[in-house]
Nanobody, 124 residues
């Protein structure tokens, strides 16, 4: 099973940008669809964006469309989330996850492996 480690979180002002990275090891990265989820205090974990095993298709949550871009590099076993025009409501812990499923699962229970999370804080 693949192991995942996120990086790139931090504190940014509203309107700013951050780039999150997810590094995978211990498995065949290209066998997995990948996703980004986030969880704010007192809220449930929610789907942010996902990408197919080959990077050919992606899906964004409505709340981040036009602002966030997901990408992956199977040669480097990495995935990224470019976040632009950040808003205070984007503040959360962001998790990368891997799913041995076809398509792009949006439900967290369909993901097999999770990273430890990285904090993103957007100040107003």
């Amino acid at each position: 099973q693949v192991q995942l480690v996120e990086s790139g979180g931090g504190l940014v002002q509203a309107g700013g940008s951050l780039r999150l990275s997810c590094a995978a090891s211990g498995g065949s990265f290209s066998n997995y669809a990948m996703g980004w989820f986030r969880q704010a205090p007192g809220k449930e974990r929610e789907f942010v964006a996902g990408i197919t095993w080959d990077g050919a298709s992606y899906l964004n949550a409505d709340s981040v469309k036009g602002r966030f871009t997901i990408s992956r590099d199977n040669a480097k076993n990495t995935m990224a989330l470019q976040m632009n025009s950040l808003k205070p409501e984007d503040t959360a812990i962001y998790y990368c996850a891997a799913a041995r499923n076809g398509g792009i699962p949006t439900m967290s229970r369909l993901y097999n492996s999770w990273g430890q999370g990285t904090q993103v804080t957007v100040s107003s």
